[in-house]
Structures are given as structure tokens and as C-alpha cells.
């Protein structure tokens, strides 16, 4: 009888139990999806013949001549990006509380019923100097993500990065080269240099942003109607994209 017991207890792992999927091998399936994507690409504009083709090898190439990125793939052959989505939807409950979310939920009113859709935010970058952001809007959430991870892919830009050399010496690239201003809507955001290990001294969606840039050390202040992320996060874009765009008045 006690016997019995004892064997009952020594078998707590049963057939139910599943093995989850390490990061590691996800990470390898999604490597192999982007690359079948990229094989089986069949390039529409002759930007993306080029690449294709590998005439073009680097996609400083095609960003430090302004040229348009028409199709996604061009960016995924030619730099390796992750990506993140920005907080946009409204907070769920009363009086402002609670959590926000990713999604933006709208209703479009029809004689059979409501029809709601999604939309998104979605910020990406390779942590080393290249990020975009783009807006995607769709029935499902999924379908919204796709959309605007894509379009984020199609606005990349180059992020000049330095160390910030008057109070480090690290000179590795892990802030921006100087006071930058940035304006969306109302809202205005400052991005000021700093030393190595000081952080991002940011609002929490524009880390995402800065993160996937690759700027590891930034203070920041900001002015206006922060509440809107959307303008917070294109007013910190458009502070970004002057890292190079002041360059090029030199
Ligand atoms: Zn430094």
C-alpha cells in the first residue's frame, strides 16, 4: 500500500507535458521564413533589380542618394532588422487608467453592424544606426502588424552615432553627435549627448525607438502634449534624422 503511495508521487512529469520552443530555435525559423521570402522575391522596381542582383551590396548606397525604397525585401537583403510596436492604442478603463496598448481599435458603422479595425505603430531598426517607423491599419491585429512593420522597412533612414567625447573617451559609436531638436504636432523632444553607461534617459516608447537605432546613451527633454505617441515618437524620428542631415550643410 505505501508502496503504491510512493510510486504515484515519483511520477509527477505526465505525458501532458509540452517541451517549449527555445528563443533560439525561433529565432532560426524566422531566419529561414526571411530568407525563402528573399529567394523567392521577384523585384518590381529596378532598385530592387539591382539589389537582387547584388549590384547593389550596402544600403548606404541607396539612402546617401535619396533614392525611394519601394519594396521591403530591398531592406531585408541588405541589413538585418528586428522590430518593436509602439504603445498607441487607448488606455482600457476610466479616468485614464490602466495599461496602454499597441493597438488602436476603431469602428466603422454599417447597415450590418459594427466593423472594427486595427492599427498600429511599428518601429524598426538594426541596433547600428539604421531605423524607420510606419503605421499599418487592418480588420485583425496581425494583418495591421505585417503592414506596418513593412512600412516601417520602406522609411529607414541612417542614424549617425558618435561617442560623445567631451565627458568619454570610449569613442565607440553609443550616442548622437550632437544636440539634436525634433517637431511633431506640438510636441518638441531635445536629444542631448552623454557619457558611456549613462543610459536612455527617455520616455519609455522612444527608448523602443533609440534601442533599435542603436543609441544606447542619450538625455532627452521634452515639451508639448506628450500624450499623443505619435507625435512624441515622429518628433524623436525627425530629431534622429538630423544626426545626418546637418552633416550633409558642412
Ligand atoms: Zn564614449
Redesign the pocket.
Known amino acids: 500500500m505505501k508502496k503504491d503511495m510512493e510510486k504515484k508521487q515519483g511520477a509527477p512529469f505526465g505525458k501532458g507535458r509540452r517541451v517549449a520552443a527555445s528563443p533560439e530555435s525561433r529565432a532560426k525559423r524566422e531566419e529561414e521564413a526571411k530568407a525563402e521570402i528573399i529567394a523567392s522575391w521577384e523585384p518590381k522596381t529596378k532598385l530592387g533589380q539591382e539589389v537582387k542582383k547584388g549590384k547593389i551590396k550596402n544600403i548606404d548606397e541607396i539612402l546617401n542618394d535619396n533614392k525611394k525604397i519601394l519594396e521591403f525585401e530591398i531592406v531585408d537583403s541588405l541589413i538585418d532588422t528586428k522590430s518593436d510596436l509602439i504603445s498607441i492604442g487607448q488606455s482600457k478603463g476610466k479616468f485614464g487608467g490602466g495599461k496602454r496598448r499597441a493597438w488602436r481599435q476603431t469602428q466603422r458603422k454599417t447597415k450590418e453592424g459594427n466593423v472594427p479595425s486595427f492599427s498600429t505603430l511599428a518601429v524598426v531598426g538594426n541596433r547600428q544606426g539604421y531605423v524607420g517607423i510606419g503605421a499599418g491599419k487592418a480588420k485583425e491585429t496581425l494583418p495591421a502588424r505585417d503592414k506596418a512593420i513593412r512600412k516601417a522597412k520602406l522609411n529607414i533612414f541612417k542614424v549617425k552615432r558618435n ?2 567625447a567631451f565627458d ?5 559609436p ?1 550616442t548622437i553627435p550632437f544636440k539634436i531638436i525634433g517637431k511633431s504636432g506640438s510636441v518638441r523632444v531635445v536629444l542631448i549627448p552623454a ?2 553607461g549613462t543610459g536612455l534617459v527617455v520616455a519609455k516608447e522612444l527608448k523602443k525607438v533609440l534601442e533599435l537605432a542603436g543609441v544606447q546613451d542619450v538625455y532627452s527633454k521634452t515639451f508639448g502634449k506628450q500624450r499623443t505617441t505619435f507625435n512624441l515618437v515622429k518628433a524623436c524620428i525627425n530629431a534622429l534624422k538630423q544626426t545626418t542631415q546637418r552633416e550633409d550643410m558642412k
Request: glycine content about 0%.
Open positions: 561617442c560623445s568619454c573617451d570610449c569613442l565607440k553609443h557619457p558611456q
